[in-house]
């Protein structure tokens, strides 16, 4: 098990150094998993053999990779704030992880969107006492069975005790553990449950499924996603940071930059654009699948479970 903490020493070492190597283990292609009829049972099958590996970053924050979504963690004198809570499979990975940053308990969680793979902790942490924090339509969604089309899977209601108590219908300010944290809820983009959590005087911001760091994104147009509002969300949090800004992605590599998102930003907006006008000509989902419109980009973002050929088809939709 790989629970060595890597810390916080400059962007230029992040990205030169352990991020140029970092293992995604939850998202490589499809065909290294075992036996799995779905995404869903692929993402929680790759989970339950993953290494945690912690990044300690400034200001007593961290983000834990192997889970899931990547989770970042407050530590603060009382106690830890989570943003995201991964996967349950993972779960004593997670706490030996959460107990080499200190023996505080775990005292809020913070929900960026509705999907399992953020959420399938939050039982657990519930039950050892963090309250839960989301999106209003995350508490919905959670409540409610629900259809993931794009992956063929029917979600069940979750149980009560990952319920969120506290729901996010506007951008506010918390003060959590003794830190002021921002609160900012988007315009559906990757689902229409999408917040970012924002640790102001450490400058890092963790967006969830708004970035996907190297990787195609999926886009859940069965809760109100879409690939414009996508595009929206990554412009929206562009204006909000600088260059000195630690950005968490909900996947990929664990730490990411400004530039970063730009280029995520460009490459959403170019291949929207690729798919656009071949629809718009007239062409069906295949023949613009066939007609290679991510090809310049593929080398770079399409080596994951979301692949150049998926993408196209949930682009395609959306235009």
């Not at 929900?111 to 050892?128: C, I």
């Not at 890092?204 to 499924?209: A, K, L, N, P, Q």
């Not at 260059?243 to 664990?254: F, L, R, Y």
């Not at 991510?294 to 993408?311: C, L, N, V, Y």
């Given at each position: 098990?790989?629970?060595?903490?890597?810390?916080?020493?400059?962007?230029?070492?992040?990205?030169?150094?352990?991020?140029?190597?970092?293992?995604?283990?939850?998202?490589?292609?499809?065909?290294?998993?075992?036996?799995?009829?779905?995404?869903v049972d692929s993402l929680r099958d790759?989970?339950?053999?993953?290494?945690?590996?912690?990044?300690?970053?400034?200001?007593?924050?961290?983000?834990?990779?192997?889970?899931?979504?990547?989770?970042?963690?407050?530590?603060?004198?009382?106690?830890?704030?989570?943003?995201?809570?991964?996967?349950?499979?993972?779960?004593?990975?997670?706490?030996?992880?959460?107990?080499?940053?200190?023996?505080?308990?775990?005292?809020?969680?913070?929900?960026?969107?509705?999907?399992?793979?953020?959420?399938?902790?939050?039982?657990?942490l519930h039950s050892v006492g963090a309250?839960?924090?989301?999106?209003?339509?995350?508490?919905?969604?959670?409540?409610?069975?629900?259809?993931?089309?794009?992956?063929?899977?029917?979600?069940?209601?979750?149980?009560?005790?990952?319920?969120?108590?506290?729901?996010?219908?506007?951008?506010?300010?918390?003060?959590?553990?003794?830190?002021?944290?921002?609160?900012?809820?988007?315009?559906?983009?990757?689902?229409?449950?999408?917040?970012?959590?924002?640790?102001?005087?450490?400058?890092?911001?963790?967006?969830?499924?708004?970035?996907?760091?190297?990787?195609?994104?999926?886009?859940?147009?069965?809760?109100?996603?879409?690939?414009?509002?996508?595009?929206?969300?990554?412009?929206?949090?562009?204006?909000?940071?600088?260059?000195?800004?630690?950005?968490?992605?909900?996947?990929?590599?664990?730490?990411?930059?400004?530039?970063?998102?730009?280029?995520?930003?460009?490459?959403?907006?170019?291949?929207?654009?690729?798919?656009?006008?071949?629809?718009?000509?007239?062409?069906?989902?295949?023949?613009?699948?066939?007609?290679?419109?991510?090809?310049?980009?593929?080398?770079?973002?399409?080596?994951?479970?979301?692949?150049?050929?998926?993408?196209t088809r949930l682009v395609y939709k959306?235009?």
């Amino acid at each position: 098990m790989n629970t060595a903490n890597t810390p916080y020493v400059s962007r230029r070492t992040l990205l030169t150094g352990a991020l140029a190597t970092v293992a995604i283990a939850p998202f490589v292609a499809p065909k290294a998993f075992a036996k799995s009829g779905t995404i869903v049972d692929s993402l929680r099958d790759a989970a339950s053999r993953a290494d945690i590996t912690t990044y300690t970053l400034r200001s007593n924050i961290a983000v834990l990779e192997g889970s899931g979504g990547n989770i970042a963690v407050l530590t603060g004198n009382q106690g830890k704030v989570l943003v995201d809570a991964g996967i349950t499979a993972t779960r004593a990975r997670i706490e030996l992880a959460l107990s080499k940053l200190g023996d505080q308990p775990v005292t809020h969680l913070i929900n960026t969107h509705w999907h399992f793979d953020h959420t399938d902790g939050n039982e657990w942490l519930h039950s050892v006492g963090a309250a839960i924090i989301a999106h209003e339509n995350t508490r919905r969604h959670l409540l409610e069975a629900q259809r993931v089309d794009d992956w063929n899977f029917n979600f069940p209601p979750s149980p009560s005790g990952a319920i969120p108590a506290t729901l996010i219908t506007s951008d506010k300010v918390l003060e959590l553990e003794g830190t002021n944290i921002g609160i900012t809820a988007y315009r559906p983009a990757h689902t229409d449950s999408d917040i970012s959590v924002t640790f102001g005087e450490a400058n890092v911001i963790h967006v969830g499924d708004i970035f996907w760091n190297g990787l195609y994104p999926f886009i859940d147009y069965s809760t109100g996603g879409s690939i414009d509002g996508t595009i929206a969300a990554s412009a929206q949090v562009i204006a909000a940071v600088d260059a000195d800004t630690v950005i968490i992605p909900g996947h990929g590599k664990p730490l990411g930059t400004l530039d970063d998102l730009k280029h995520y930003h460009e490459m959403l907006a170019t291949i929207r654009d690729n798919v656009a006008r071949l629809k718009s000509a007239g062409r069906s989902v295949d023949e613009t699948v066939a007609a290679k419109p991510t090809e310049a980009f593929d080398d770079e973002w399409g080596k994951a479970i979301i692949s150049p050929a998926f993408f196209t088809r949930l682009v395609y939709k959306g235009v």
